[in-house]
């Protein structure tokens, strides 16, 4: 860092603060990750100097021996990694990536259909103040009334009714697994194409802790810097079918340039997420939200679902007497990170939730294990009793500055 301590103090002070944050908070947030040194220092390579539009072997700009040979080999170990035919690794992120499906996949003005956002959808997946709520037509459906699950048969009947071009599985605030075998069965009957994004899970599919969509999928999108663990960035896994419409999509249909550099980070992480070590850290990511998920049950939190089977938690804090938002800033005085969500037919207005959602990726690739869940959730009964009191908030830092120093976040210096 010296030379941008040199360069910039006012920015390297601030960043050196922003690593202090968070090596000694815990990040609870379940699309935040931690990459590896290497993935970073990939990522903050001479890379981000290179113009290379176009696609390896096909590019308008010269000098791109080097650069082909990175972006091929990210696209292979990623292909390799989740059995896929055809990926693009250019999106910049998740967000471009399923708008690039989209264009891919269908014409303005066609019907997509996905979760609804208050019920664990995301934004681009039709929600009307996202661009793709405005360039298509957009269906939702719901999660059961009861349950809180996807209602496969709900969907089926909806999907039957108002016929999408695409119909899209995925969540952003979902604990339990997704069965894309049955949204694909739903998108053959009714003439869609299937979209899967698996922009929170891409990790544990990676890892074989959640059930792959490749198989059934038209096309698969995800993030690359949530439960994969790489740089921020987005990809496109698709059926060879697919391909060209999915590559015009992405370039020259909605980016210029690729960031080379965090294709470079990418392919390092997809290497990482080949080890067995990573597929032991995608299950552990699993059995930490369980146990985490189970004390808080016995705190007499009420978990959306009644629990988990993936990485991600959503409790109910008005059942604490806290909304959602109330709670996630005392979590946070106290140094648990986490954000205020919607829970399913929320009664509270979208700015001011009744929920909380959590999650295990980052407490994870910490080496945190079940004891430190149980701490965690023991952290978080604390904080919904105390959460009026800076002293208990206080004390509370204390023990969680020491559990931090005893488990070092990856990637950081200390
Ligand atoms: C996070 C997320 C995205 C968007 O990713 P960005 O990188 O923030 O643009 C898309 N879909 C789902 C389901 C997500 O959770």
Not at 236 to 256: I, M, S, T, W, Y
Not at 279 to 302: P, W
Not at 342 to 359: A, E, M, Q, Y
Request: charged share 20%.
């Amino acid at each position: 860092m010296s030379n941008l301590e040199h360069a910039d103090p006012e920015i390297a002070s601030l960043i050196a603060r922003e690593d202090h944050r968070q090596a000694r908070q815990i990040r609870l947030i379940p699309s935040e990750n931690y990459t590896s040194a290497a993935v970073m220092e990939a990522t903050g390579s001479s890379l981000t100097n290179k113009y290379s539009e176009g696609y390896p072997n096909k590019r308008y700009y010269e000098g791109q021996e080097f650069i082909d040979q990175i972006e091929l080999i990210a696209i292979g170990r990623a292909k390799s990694l989740f059995g896929a035919e055809h990926v693009n690794v250019q999106p910049y992120s998740g967000s471009p990536a399923n708008l690039a499906a989209f264009v891919a996949l269908c014409q303005p003005g066609d019907t997509i259909m996905g979760l609804s956002l208050p019920h664990g959808g995301h934004l681009t997946h039709g929600w009307s103040v996202s661009a793709t709520g405005q360039f298509y037509k957009s269906e939702r459906y719901e999660v059961h009334p009861e349950t809180h699950r996807l209602d496969y048969d709900a969907i089926r009947a909806k999907a039957l009714a108002v016929r999408p071009r695409v119909l899209i599985a995925g969540a952003t605030a979902y604990s339990r697994q997704i069965d894309f075998a049955i949204f694909a069965e739903i998108a053959k009957e009714c003439g869609a194409y299937l979209l899967c994004d698996i922009a929170h899970i891409s990790g544990l599919v990676a890892g074989g802790a959640h059930p792959s969509p490749i198989p059934h999928a038209d096309v698969v999108s995800t993030t690359t810097h949530k439960t994969l663990r790489g740089p921020r960035g987005g990809m496109l896994l698709c059926k060879e079918l697919h391909a060209k419409a999915v590559d015009r999509a992405v370039f020259p249909g909605l980016q210029g340039g690729p960031h080379e550099n965090v294709i470079a980070g990418l392919a390092v992480a997809l290497k990482e997420a080949a080890t067995p070590a990573f597929t032991a850290y995608a299950h552990a990511i699993v059995a930490n939200a369980k146990a985490l998920a189970e004390r808080l049950l016995e705190h007499g939190f009420s978990l959306v679902t009644g629990g988990t089977d993936n990485h991600l938690i959503l409790f109910d804090a008005t059942s604490k007497g806290a909304t959602g938002k109330e709670m996630a800033r005392a979590m946070a005085i106290a140094g648990l990170e986490a954000n205020a969500n919607t829970i399913p037919f929320d009664p509270r207005k979208p700015f001011d939730p009744s929920g909380v959602r959590i999650g295990t990726p980052a407490v994870t690739s910490r080496g945190m294990g079940p004891a430190e869940m149980i701490q965690i959730a023991d952290w978080i009964a604390r904080v919904s009793e105390a959460r009026q009191s800076p002293d208990s908030l206080a004390r509370i830092t204390t023990e969680i500055d020491t559990l931090c120093q005893q488990f070092p976040a990856p990637g950081i210096p200390v």
